[in-house]
């Protein structure tokens, strides 16, 4: 009889043991289900390495390989255009001038963000040194170097740079256009922008005041788009002297610039 018990308690356990291989404990699968993944996988990779032909397996490496490749040639397809529409569309902003040349931004020194830019224009295209970078918005700088296929322009905001202009009052009385304006000097302030110090003692400027090119020294025509002057200097060598400016051209982001001849 003790032997016919322990037999049944040793049934019971296997029953329950056999049911517990096939029972699921929440979202993790049963010990069956394991071990059949485990078979599976296995068998898998046997008759992968094993059974299935070399040539076969040589053929699915290039095809994956040769699709790998199209997808990257896809990409670059992609940013190519990406850039090619970033370029149609600020030649359509500027209006191309006759003889200028749209150059996009390739080259830019981190410890001389705001002193100067390489663009993939040069020589070969026509440009050369003293032409006028400007943007949609207004002047950039001037080439000072150039190679067969890129040059260097010079940003209006170069701590070294120096530019005369001519202050256009945003109000006041009615006056000839000779009168109203009046000249002043343009110094790069690097991040800040620019800084101006007003040549004639009699006039002064005001936050709002229009500030172009004047088109003495030869570096640029008159009336071309500088910026706004917006407060007095707080900082840098001209403080408490002079204005600042805020320019027109975004420096910090710039990507595109219309090269013209002076």
């Known amino acids: 009889m003790k032997r016919n018990s322990r037999l049944k308690t040793i049934g019971v356990l296997i029953l329950?043991?056999?049911a517990l291989v096939f029972i699921r404990l929440g979202p993790w699968p049963s010990v069956f289900e394991q071990g059949v993944a485990l078979v599976t996988g296995v068998t898998g990779r046997v008759i992968n390495n094993t059974l299935l032909p070399y040539g076969?397996?040589?053929?699915?490496?290039?095809?994956?390989?040769?699709?790998?490749?199209?997808?990257?040639r896809l990409l670059r397809e992609n940013a190519h255009?990406?850039?090619?529409?970033?370029?149609?569309?600020?030649?359509?902003?500027?209006?191309?001038?006759?003889g200028g040349v749209v150059a996009r931004v390739v080259g830019r020194d981190p410890a001389a963000w705001y002193h100067r830019v390489i663009v993939d224009q040069g020589a070969g295209a026509g440009?050369?040194?003293?032409?006028?970078?400007?943007?949609?918005?207004?002047?950039?700088?001037?080439?000072?170097?150039?190679?067969?296929?890129?040059?260097?322009?010079?940003?209006?905001?170069?701590?070294?740079?120096a530019t005369s202009c001519v202050i256009h009052p945003a109000a006041g009385p009615e006056m000839d256009a000779e009168d109203a304006d009046f000249f002043c000097m343009a110094y790069g302030g690097g991040e800040r922008?620019?800084?101006?110090?007003v040549v004639s003692s009699s006039r002064s400027a005001a936050p709002g005041d229009s500030v172009v090119?004047?088109?003495?020294?030869?570096?640029?025509?008159?009336?071309?788009?500088?910026?706004?002057?917006?407060a007095r200097s707080v900082s840098g060598p001209y403080a408490g002297r002079g204005f600042a400016v805020a320019p027109h051209a975004d420096f910090k982001n710039l990507e595109y610039v219309l090269l013209s001849r002076p």
Do not use: N
């Open 16 to 18: 329950m043991i056999g």
């Open 56 to 72: 076969d397996k040589e053929r699915l490496k290039k095809d994956a390989a040769a699709e790998r490749e199209r997808a990257m």
């Open 81 to 98: 255009l990406k850039q090619e529409l970033k370029r149609l569309g600020f030649a359509k902003k500027v209006r191309r001038a006759q």
């Open 127 to 161: 440009i050369a040194v003293g032409w006028i970078a400007t943007t949609d918005s207004g002047v950039a700088g001037r080439v000072t170097r150039c190679t067969a296929t890129t040059c260097t322009v010079r940003l209006l905001v170069d701590p070294d740079a």
């Open 193 to 197: 922008g620019m800084d101006i110090l």
């Open 213 to 230: 090119t004047s088109g003495y020294g030869g570096h640029y025509p008159r009336g071309l788009p500088l910026g706004v002057v917006s």
